[in-house]
């Protein structure tokens, strides 16, 4: 063989490792780079759901009807529930959805009909930015939510303090549809929550009393819910136990912890299930990376009979093997740690424009869940890359013992 030959065919060689290496590594760097995006947008929404129900009391229960139950909530059950021990106060409230228009201009929110003097217990970081909340028995006044009164998407305010809004909506009469209006005076516009998603829309809410409420929507009685005030946060379960005691599955009762308990533990199943799918890809790279270094075993056969001949161990050529994988690994988690940081804001960009339409679409331009920044912590970064190092380290372990087991006579005889 011609040394031209010789030095044409070692770095034929070389290319051809390369390429595999940098291969093996890009399949890790997927694997890797899947998972800590994921785990970033999932920690993203845990924070962002334990922000939206913050603003509500951590000694509220919310008591709503049953989703399979005739029975309803009326006057009768607040009376029953105010009797409870814990509870401090229980208060009804009448909610739906509705038009509301000032100036030639329309928006879609959601009216509440209750006792506004218990607003700041339920709500406790909750603050009037103009004028007053509504007095129990004003049959003409309304509050509205900051993100109502000055729509962020609009040059010019929606209503003014003191303006006339008219509040609508369509219900069936005599089988029939039916639009009932009603002019309300602007009292008070709230200062901005911050809580525009779905779950505590506070910022797109309008507040009246609970009389006007029920007196306009024609509930003939018949509440929504009701908000209990417990004694205290540590008496808030004891509260909801025993109204779920009372009424059984007729209503839904919830905390705020237990709200968000739910929501998380949901979060959780599908994080996982997208965790376990993001894993996949790398027991996928780890078969490149048993292959790759299994083929490199074979192709350096003669080099590790050398290395055996001139005094190399059986620990050193297990060492020099493993640490190939190792170096894998390190590299392509250390890679994809980094991927999958901008990956998981590029995902949570169009997932964000995606829920703003669908969820404005459900509710006809009523609050949406947009973007939720993921969140990224030191323990995610380091779990991913060790993940990445164990799972690269198994793959090479038996190429690395196939090498240190190699008869170096025999290795230094192949062709």
Request: hydrophobic residues 45%; glycine residues 12%; proline residues 4%.
């Amino acid at each position: 063989m011609k040394l031209s030959d010789l030095i044409g065919y070692s770095f034929g060689a070389m290319r051809e490792r390369k390429l595999r290496a940098i291969l093996t590594i890009a399949m890790v760097v997927i694997g890797a780079g899947l998972m800590t995006a994921l785990n970033g947008m999932t920690t993203g929404m845990y924070e962002y759901i334990g922000g939206q129900f913050g603003t509500l009391g951590a000694n509220v229960v919310m008591v709503l009807p049953g989703m399979e139950s005739t029975m309803r909530i009326n006057e009768q059950t607040a009376s029953v529930i105010r009797r409870i021990s814990g509870v401090k106060i229980a208060v009804p409230y009448v909610q739906q959805t509705a038009t509301a228009q000032s100036a030639g201009a329309t928006a879609t929110v959601l009216v509440t009909g209750s006792d506004q003097r218990y607003l700041n217990d339920i709500f406790p970081t909750l603050k009037v930015e103009e004028g007053t909340l509504v007095a129990p028995h004003d049959s003409i006044g309304i509050v509205l939510g900051h993100s109502v009164a000055y729509p962020p998407d609009k040059p010019t305010p929606f209503a003014r303090l003191g303006g006339v809004v008219v509040i609508s909506f369509t219900t069936v009469k005599e089988n029939q549809q039916v639009t009932v209006k009603r002019s309300f005076i602007v009292r008070g516009i709230l200062a901005e929550m911050g809580t525009s998603g779905m779950f505590l829309p506070i910022d797109r809410m309008a507040f009246m009393s609970l009389p006007a409420a029920t007196a306009f929507f024609g509930t003939a009685g018949d509440y929504s819910g009701v908000n209990v005030i417990a004694t205290g946060s540590e008496k808030a379960e004891q509260v909801a136990s025993e109204i779920r005691r009372i009424y059984g599955r007729s209503f839904e009762v919830y905390t705020s912890k237990t709200l968000i308990q739910l929501i998380q533990n949901i979060l959780g199943a599908f994080s996982v299930f997208l965790g376990s799918v993001a894993s996949v890809s790398l027991i996928v790279a780890s078969v490149g990376i048993f292959a790759g270094l299994y083929t490199s075993v074979m192709e350096r056969t003669r080099e590790i009979g050398l290395l055996k001949a001139i005094g190399f161990k059986k620990r050193g050529i297990l060492g020099v093997f493993l640490g190939e994988a190792t170096l894998i690994g390190l590299i392509g988690g250390l890679l994809g740690d980094a991927v999958g940081a901008g990956l998981g804001y590029g995902i949570a960009i169009v997932a964000g424009q995606v829920r703003s339409q669908v969820t404005s679409e459900m509710t006809a331009g009523g609050p949406s869940i947009g973007y939720t920044p993921p969140v990224y912590t030191l323990e995610n970064f380091l779990f991913i890359l060790a993940f990445s190092v164990a799972v690269s380290m198994l793959a090479g372990a038996y190429p690395a013992w196939r090498a240190s087991r190699l008869d170096p006579v025999v290795a230094l005889r192949k062709e």
